[in-house]
């Protein structure tokens, strides 16, 4: 035991400062944890950002998250650190972005950013993830025998320092959600009113194409809220007739619309 316990004291100078040295140029070590519960299953995905780039990035459970085993070892000076929560399918590019495999639905994302001065030997962030996805229902009446329907958009991802949208082909075949004519789909924050409903023949030709981005614009929705809400949509094909239907508002309020 003596003999550990000396071996351990020699390795002390070379893993901190010694108090002689500036501890500015010291590391921080830095605990990232939420102001609640997450909401959503799926691993935790947090970037420490200096100066514009990315200096420290870990993946880690939701479980060890919530345990506060959420410690990072960066350089001390100011930072900002960005977390999303809810991953499961998507994937990250060059640590800068997390993107949405083809044919795959966003995951239940939650996210959000703060600051951290990191000005000592340790340091928290405590952080409140904000909804960073809206799940749609649609239901389509009038669909032609065997026909299948597949959503298109302009944003396949996320920027990781920033949380903005990133653009590129969102391409997904929503979900049936056991009940006739009726299908679920998570969409990530959009950018602009560039959703497309096809509907697909059996070979998987696009015979129509709705403005569904459009639809959702009408209603008054906003996908620049920061909890993003979530939306229902009918659409009959044979009167050219659309309803919208957005949770969370406060009357949970309904739009027709022509198209």
């Not at 501890?23 to 514009?52: F, H, M």
């Not at 479980?63 to 994937?91: A, H, K, Q, Y």
């Not at 049936?176 to 959703?195: C, E, F, I, M, N």
């Not at 009167?239 to 957005?246: G, T």
């Amino acid at each position: 035991m003596d003999k550990i316990l000396r071996f351990l004291l020699l390795l002390l100078p070379l893993c901190s400062c010694s108090v002689k040295e500036d501890r500015g140029l010291c590391p921080c070590e830095l605990t990232v944890r939420s102001s609640e519960l997450l909401k959503t299953e799926g691993n935790v995905l947090v970037s420490v950002i200096q100066d514009g780039s990315v200096v420290k990035q870990g993946m880690m459970s939701r479980e060890d998250f919530e345990s506060g085993n959420c410690v990072l070892t960066v350089p001390r000076r100011p930072s900002v650190v960005t977390v999303f929560t809810g991953i499961t399918d998507m994937n990250t590019v060059s640590g800068r972005r997390l993107d949405i495999l083809s044919d795959h639905e966003c995951d239940e994302l939650y996210s959000c950013s703060g600051l951290a001065e990191l000005s000592t030997d340790t340091a928290d962030c405590v952080v409140t993830p904000h909804k960073n996805y809206a799940r749609l229902h649609l239901t389509v009446l009038g669909m032609p025998a065997n026909a299948d329907l597949r959503v298109t958009g302009p944003v396949k991802g996320y920027d990781l320092v920033s949380l903005a949208p990133c653009e590129g082909l969102f391409l997904c075949g929503p979900r049936p959600d056991g009940t006739a004519y009726s299908w679920l789909l998570r969409l990530p924050r959009q950018v602009d009113d560039g959703l497309m409903l096809e509907i697909l023949d059996p070979q998987g030709d696009t015979v129509g194409k709705i403005g569904l981005g459009q639809l959702i614009a009408a209603s008054g929705y906003s996908f620049e809220d920061e909890d993003l809400l979530d939306i229902s949509v009918t659409v009959d094909l044979a009167q050219s007739f659309a309803l919208v239907h957005i949770s969370g508002w406060e009357s949970d309020s309904e739009f027709s619309i022509d198209y």
